[in-house]
Each structure stands twice: as structure tokens, then as C-alpha cells.
């Protein structure tokens, strides 16, 4: 089987390599991103490969299907770039529903205590030997209440991280967990109560219709004056024009971001010899009360491991049965895993 890896970076190989060898897939890595000037380049493949930031659209997957290819195969949980409906039929999904999700909750509880204890801006101060306290005062996370939105495993293991700090839990999904609410320190509530309980909201669900831009202006407006917003998910969970706005009013005392609504021509590149085009992102950097990071979350050694694993065994899967447990299809007007056989 050969695979067409697009967005391969350095730390992708190793992992891919050992066990694409071991099970027979042949990967062919490309650094340019999938979309509609690239796809030719997937010509004589059996699939391609694609992460967060590769184009899936309905241009690309009928190229795809013209140019023979069968099956896309995400190294990622989510897939709000791949148009699902018009995949249907024409060409198979597959994804990696969980890899580690002790990677990206533990970030984004590193990128939490370097906001509010600076310690960016400590790191700075004494490597210019400046042990000025100055402007340095933090705050405990015990006692205070951190609103959860989205309670699959990265943040169900964010909860537990927050209880051991000796926080409170407000919680809100459109699926409640089983045994997650105790009534006390970890309760459900509706996202208006989250909003107006919260004195940090971490977003940890998946990008949809209904998630879309799910802080926005109008939310902000229903929070707590000084609330720190954390988003290690997907980008445009965040309305970053309104989160701007937020920070300038004060209304948003600090924000942690990982992902950004327009990352994908920007992410996973250096462009440190360059004029940054995204107004936006370059306002939101130059505030001293917020943290970018670009999309680091899941970049741990398991992680990579985990991702290149499951990968690797959804093709050999696939096309040893046409069928696989993590495929994606298209029933019922949205999105899910197909459980029951093949999709098509």
C-alpha cells in the first residue's frame, strides 16, 4: 500500500516509518499541504494522509476519487476540514479518534500557570538578570471555578487535573458523562451558567455547527469581569475579533491560545523573517496578557507514537476487510462513527 503523507513535518517520520515498515505501508512524504493546487500529487496512491490544516473539499475529494485514491486517512481526532457529506460515497475517512489526551490537557494547564504566575515574563526578566518582582503578582488556582466545555477524554482529563489543584468544576456538553457530575465539585450546568460561574473557561470540544464561535461577543458579554479563556481545541470555537475586543475592555483578563481561527496558512511555519498579513493574530500576540502557541498541544513522544499506530492500523484494517472501526461516514445529516460495517 502506498500513501501520500501531506504537511509531513521532521517529527512526523520516524514514527510513520517504523510502523508503515512493519505493516507494509509505504509512505511518500510531501511538506505542502493538501489542497486544490497540490492534489495532483496523490496520483498512483492508494490514500492520502492529512492533518488539521490540509484542505478536504469537495473540489479536492472529487479530484481524489478521479485520481483512483480510496481512503483519507486523518492523523487527527477532528475532521471540520474534510467536507463529510460530499465524501460520502466517493472516498473513505478514517481519523485518530484519541491519541493522548494527557498531551493536550497537561498543555493547556502548562499554558494556565504560565499566564497567571508570568512565568514567560519571568524567563525574560532574569535572562536580561532583571529580578524585579514588579508587576509579577499572580493568583491561586485553589478555590477558584473552572467552566469545561466539552467533557470527552482531553477534558474529562483537564477536570481531573483542575480537582487536584483544588478547583471547582462547572461542566457543559451536549452529552453528559456518566459519573463525571458528584453534585459538588464537579457539576453540569447549562452554558449560560458556565459563562456567568467561570473564572477560566477551557474549551475542549469539537468544532461544529453548534461550537462554532461559541465564545463570541455575546458570551463575553455573560462572563465573569477578568476571565481567562484557554482554547488548546480547534480555532474557531473563538470569535478572535470579539476575544480581542474583550481583552481591550478588560472584560477578558488573559488568553491562552494553542489554535486560531486562521492558522492554517500560518501554523507549523516560520515566519519570523517576515511581516505577519493576520492583523488579528499580531494584535492578539503583542498583548502582554496573552499566550500563542501554534497548535503544540498534542506534540508530545506518545502522542506521536499513538497517532503513527492508529494510523497505520486503520489502512492495514481497511484494506484487509474494507471496513475499520475509527471510519467516518456521512448518515442521518451529520457526521459520526460508522460502527456497523462498511459505510458505502
Known amino acids: 500500500m502506498k500513501f501520500a503523507f501531506f504537511d509531513a513535518k521532521p517529527y512526523d517520520k520516524p514514527s510513520f516509518d517504523k510502523f508503515g515498515g512493519e505493516m507494509g505501508v509505504k509512505f511518500k512524504y510531501f511538506e505542502t499541504k493538501l489542497n486544490e493546487d497540490t492534489v495532483d500529487l496523490a496520483q498512483g496512491y492508494d490514500g492520502v494522509s492529512v492533518f488539521v490544516n490540509d484542505t478536504v473539499n469537495a473540489a479536492v475529494i472529487d479530484r481524489l476519487y478521479e485520481l483512483g485514491v480510496k481512503v483519507v486517512a486523518l492523523r487527527c481526532a477532528g475532521f471540520n476540514n474534510v467536507d463529510m457529506k460530499h465524501a460520502y460515497g466517493k472516498i473513505h475517512v478514517l481519523r485518530v479518534p484519541a491519541y493522548s489526551p494527557y498531551a493536550v490537557a497537561e498543555h493547556t494547564m502548562a499554558l494556565l500557570l504560565t499566564s497567571i504566575r508570568r512565568i514567560h515574563k519571568a524567563y525574560i526578566r532574569t535572562r536580561d538578570f532583571n529580578f524585579s518582582l514588579a508587576g509579577m503578582t499572580g493568583f491561586d488556582l485553589h478555590g477558584k471555578t473552572v467552566g469545561v466545555i466539552g467533557t470527552g477524554r482531553i477534558g474529562r482529563v483537564f477536570i481531573d487535573i483542575c480537582r487536584g489543584f483544588g478547583m471547582k468544576v462547572l461542566a457543559y456538553d451536549k452529552y453528559d458523562a456518566p459519573g463525571l457530575d458528584n453534585g459538588d465539585t464537579v457539576r453540569y450546568v447549562t452554558l449560560d451558567e458556565l459563562f456567568a ?148
Open 197 to 344: 460561574g467561570s473564572d477560566i473557561i477551557s474549551l475542549h470540544c469539537p468544532l461544529t455547527e453548534d461550537t462554532y464561535h461559541v465564545i463570541d461577543e455575546v458570551a463575553l458579554e455573560k462572563c465573569k469581569r477578568g476571565v481567562v479563556i484557554l482554547n488548546t481545541s480547534r480555532g474557531a470555537l473563538v470569535d478572535a475579533e470579539a476575544l480581542l475586543m474583550g481583552i481591550k475592555s478588560r472584560k477578558v483578563g488573559a488568553a491562552c491560545l494553542d489554535v486560531y481561527e486562521e492558522e492554517s496558512d500560518l501554523f507549523f511555519e516560520d515566519f519570523s523573517g517576515h511581516i505577519l498579513e493576520d492583523d488579528t493574530l499580531a494584535r492578539l500576540i503583542s498583548m502582554p496578557n496573552v499566550i500563542v502557541t501554534s497548535h503544540q498541544a498534542f506534540l508530545t513522544e506518545e502522542a506521536l507514537s499513538n497517532i503513527a499506530e492508529t494510523t497505520v492500523n486503520n489502512i492495514v484494517t481497511f484494506f484487509n476487510t474494507n471496513q475499520c472501526e475509527n471510519e467516518l461516514c456521512y448518515r442521518m445529516g451529520g457526521a459520526e462513527d460508522c460502527k456497523n460495517g462498511k459505510c458505502f
